[in-house]
């Protein structure tokens, strides 16, 4: 079984400050990881993923996220926060490498907030 | 990246009746298809994993003869929401899977709002 936990619902950050989203999973399986992203209205867009290898996993539009198996972690980072990533920012755990072999198990989301 | 086309983005029906909502792989062949649900302010919930050419699989929970799934082609799924309800109001967001050399990924279409009134 697997889980995901997101703490706080939402995150509200100043533009240009250190953005930080909190993931904290459970599985059975050797995990893989994953950070999407979520505009209003919109799909799922992936924005990184661990798999194996290097735990510092680097995404699109300047996120990045480390794997800590001692912690069960793995948080979102972005040095600077800009308006444009104003969103729903979902963690999920597959116990495939692509998430694609039998579905994720996604967190409750953490809806980001920038402030200007 | 491979791109999934869901179809349509959002309807609004009557109560008692049905809504077809279509999912596409469009260059690519997907064997595996998934339905979520997403209620407002809410993370997605998976309802079920369309197998081309076989039945899906339900997860548990979820009404099979509520929410029909037909995977008819790779390149198509459809979900089905007969005799709607507003508690059937929801976000419904469909992934298919694209093998990258032996890696199964998922790429996820823009989503369903479904408004039941």
């Known amino acids: 079984a697997q889980s995901v936990t997101q703490l706080g619902s939402h995150v509200s950050v100043s533009e240009g400050a250190l953005v930080l989203l909190r993931c904290n999973y459970s599985?059975?399986?050797?995990?893989?990881l994953f950070w999407y992203v979520q505009y209003p209205n919109q799909g799922l867009q992936l924005l990184l993923k661990y798999t194996t290898g290097a735990t510092l996993v680097k995404g699109i539009n300047g996120f990045e996220a480390e794997f800590k198996k001692s912690e069960t972690s793995f948080h979102l980072t972005k040095p600077s926060a800009h308006m444009s990533d104003a969103a729903e920012y979902f963690c999920?755990?597959?116990?495939?490498?692509?998430?694609?072999?039998?579905?994720?198990?996604f967190g409750k989301g953490t809806h980001l907030i920038i402030q200007p | 990246g491979a791109v999934v086309s869901q179809h349509p983005s959002w309807v609004i029906c009557k109560s008692g009746t049905s809504v077809k909502i279509e999912c596409r792989s469009l260059d690519f062949q997907a064997t595996t298809m998934f339905w979520y649900r997403q209620f407002p302010k809410q993370s997605l919930m998976l309802m079920a994993t369309s197998n081309e050419g076989s039945k899906a699989t339900y997860e548990q929970g979820v009404e099979k003869d509520k929410f029909l799934i037909n995977h008819a082609s790779l390149t198509l799924s459809t979900l089905t929401v007969t005799s709607a309800h507003p508690e059937d109001s929801s976000f419904y967001i469909c992934?298919?899977?694209?093998?990258?050399?032996?890696?199964?990924?998922?790429?996820f279409g823009q989503g369903t709002r479904l408004t039941v009134v």
């Open positions: 599985s059975s399986v050797p995990p893989y």
């Open positions: 992934s298919a899977q694209s093998y990258r050399g032996s890696i199964a990924e998922a790429f």
């Open positions: 999920a755990v597959s116990g495939s490498s692509g998430g694609g072999a039998d579905g994720l198990t």
